[in-house]
């Protein structure tokens, strides 16, 4: 892949070891020509020196190659990862040349989603880090016969303190590769980093730019074949008849057959056109003329889904968190004799993920079981799951199953179901042949799976404001008991974003849960983007009731989290909130909790010439420790442009069981003249363990927009999506 391209210097090297081969990208080295001699030809056979451990090599010149082990797709995650162990190891990134590593369980877990990757690697890589700097200190003081702490390192050089002895990695990687690596390394002090933290360049980004980087809808090789494949309109349904002899009629066809598509449990049969082409086989497919079997699965739509949801509202729903006694001191009377309670339901729409580059992948079974697999997927350690289907045992499964890892188009928890890997799979283990499928841009969209539709009934209580009560009762799918029953305990997933840290006298967030046939899985901020909007936009209407600032009134009960209150109080700062806005302006605010991180957004909205635009969107993220700053504000810069369109453009709406968008005609992207003016990104500076990037931007945005219509125009949005112009 691009960004595995050799450098003169190491293919110079590298080509003495096999004779000539030609200096391209890694994916285009015949690796899947029966002929190849470099057949199992990974993107780590290449790197030139030797291995401290799997993700370190250094060559005796003293160039420093780290694995990115992970798949990149848009976070930034190849060159976060890598400055992690640079950190620690001691070198500059200027000194580090990064390469995409292929799928191997030598890396541990790569899969990736739920912003947990610097999270959950940022200790683990930090130690890696300092062991491998720890092991070439040994050698160098092994070679001035001192103790190691009489050593120091500067730019992948140990020095002996108060002398001029020194030795650069280069001379020591050898003899460091002898010794063990220690288990509990001395760590770094935050005030001694020079990479964590800064704004650091990204390597992977002048390709991305430019057109030239490789991702996996790019992968080629040796007789490809191109696949599509229809599928039942209803996601369910039964094959019973289609006319193969027509598709293969088309030039170019070679192949039509039956494949399946399992969905948490569910099988899915579509009729796979196979081709020289992807434009034979696209023709092909319009030829099959599918005859399904799907009369039980048409007796759904959106109505339908949303009136058995706001019927499930009115039950008690399972308890995830209670204070107080919402049930019992919601009607009591206040000392003047007054109590007030006001319900309201708030609702959210299926949506499609939508990624850039849809799902595709390629798969090259061959006649001898070997395998090579070109993975665009969240999650692509699929050797053991794979070698299963071939009767390959475990232990021979990465010998004989190759998986690369290109770049990914945008993932947003999409990719981290293999079933388009699954598909693709099957295909070539029958045909024994290289292949690549391809879904359309309305396969994309209209099979799923989605984003979870749901219903949030929310009320409020007050006794002449002496005691003041909230309920949030949320009503949706959940993802973990999709295809299997339910076993009365709230999924972990679903109560993403829901702040209990508000401190109201009376607390209660109920789930109950709603199954049907529509198929749901992970999409960015999961059921943050789901449930920060009810909740947030009802802590706006209690303060409003109160005739308190909205700000100002989160500041009041959050007092007993102080990140929450610095956070607003920057946001405070940073927005100039206090100023007062002219008669046609409004502003609204939000803040949301989720993935180990804090983010508030103050939203800002202008009529004018007739029109409502967003002039400016302030935000102000507490992430604990973060690796690269340029990278926290371009993901909150996304988030905030892909909740945007969550919130003000297209739903995925069913009729008959079908969803009815197909492409970006009906299910639009927010286009650029109708993006916020001004995104102002500000990070907040603490010694908090790391929190997640790639999704806690999301959440806020949409109730932060809403208070602010409300702000500007007296209405209150309770339903997403909506017209910014029909406010």
Known sequence: MEANKLNRRKFIKITGLAGAMLAVGFDTLALGSSNSTFKKLMAEDLVNGTQLNPFVTISA??????????????????????????????????????????????????????????????TPMRQLGASTKDVLVQAAANKWDIDPSACEVKEGVVYRKGTNDSLPYGE????????????????MDKKDFKIIGKATHRPDLAGKVNGSA????????EGLLYATIERCPTLQGAVTSYDADAAKAVKGVVEVMEVTRTVYGKKNTGIAVIAENYYAATE???????????????????????????????????????????????????????????????S??????????????????????????????????????FAKELGIPDNEAEDKIKVHLPYLGGGFGRRSMNDSLEECFQISKSMRKPIKLIWSREDDTLQGPFRQISHHHMTMSFNSGDRIGMQHKMVSPAITTQGRPSNGRVPFE????????????????????????????????????????????????????????????????????????????????????????????????????????IVAHAVFLKRENGKVTIPKVVSVV????????DQVIAQTEGNIIFGLTAALKDAITFK????????????????????????????????????????????????????????????RIRTLPFDLQDI
């Not at 003047?336 to 006001?342: A, E, I, L, R, W």
């Open 214 to 221: 490789d991702y996996g809808i790019d992968a080629q090789t």
């Open 348 to 385: 959210l729409p299926h949506m499609a993920h939508s990624c850039m580059e849809p799902m595709n992948a390629t798969v090259h079974v061959r006649e001898d079981n070997t395998v090579e697999v070109w993975a665009p997927s969240q999650s692509p350690q699929v050797q053991r799951q």
């Open 284 to 346: 092909g497919r319009k030829k099959l003329n599918v005859q399904w079997d799907n009369a039980e699965f048409k007796n759904i739509s959106t109505e339908s889904m949303n009136a058995d949801m706001i019927k499930l509202a009115q039950g008690e729903g399972m308890k995830h968190f209670e204070k107080g006694d919402f049930e019992s001191n919601q009607g009591k009377k206040g000392i003047d004799g007054s109590v007030k309670v006001k319900s309201v339901g708030y």
């Open 494 to 597: 679903v109560m993403e974003a829901i702040n209990t840290h508000y401190d109201f006298d009376d607390f209660s967030v109920r789930y109950a849960e709603y199954k049907n046939q529509i198929p749901i899985h992970w999409w960015r901020s999961v059921f943050g983007s789901t449930n920060a909007f009810p909740h947030e936009s009802f802590i706006d209407e209690i303060a409003l009731e109160l005739k308190k600032d909205p700000l100002q009134f989160r500041k009041e009960k959050l007092k007993s989290e102080p990140r929450f209150v610095k956070v607003l109080e920057r946001l405070e700062k940073e927005s100039n909130w206090n100023e007062k806005l002219g008669a046609n302006e409004g502003k609204g605010v939000a803040i949301v909790e989720s993935f180990g991180s």
């Open 656 to 715: 008959d069981g079908a969803a009815q968008q197909a492409n970006f005609d009906s299910y639009r992207m927010l286009r650029i003249n109708e993006a916020p003016r001004d995104i102002q990104v500000h990070l907040i500076d603490n010694d908090e363990a790391p929190g997640g990037v790639g999704e806690p931007g999301l959440p806020p945005i949409a109730p932060a927009l809403t208070n602010a219509v409300f702000n500007l125009t007296g209405n």
């Open 172 to 187: 020591l990687v050898a003899d460091a590769s002898k010794l063990e690596l220690p288990k509990n390394p001395s760590l």
């Open 61 to 122: 010149e003293g160039e420093v190659t780290i694995m990115a082990h992970v798949p990149e797709l848009g976070q930034g995650i190849s060159q976060g990862i890598p400055a992690i162990i640079a950190e620690e190891l001691g070198v500059t990134m200027e000194q580090v040349t990064i390469v995409k590593a292929s799928a191997s369980q030598q890396y541990g877990r790569q899969s990736i989603g739920g912003s947990r990757s610097v999270r959950s690697l940022f």
């Open 622 to 629: 507490d992430c604990g420790i973060y690796v690269n700053s």
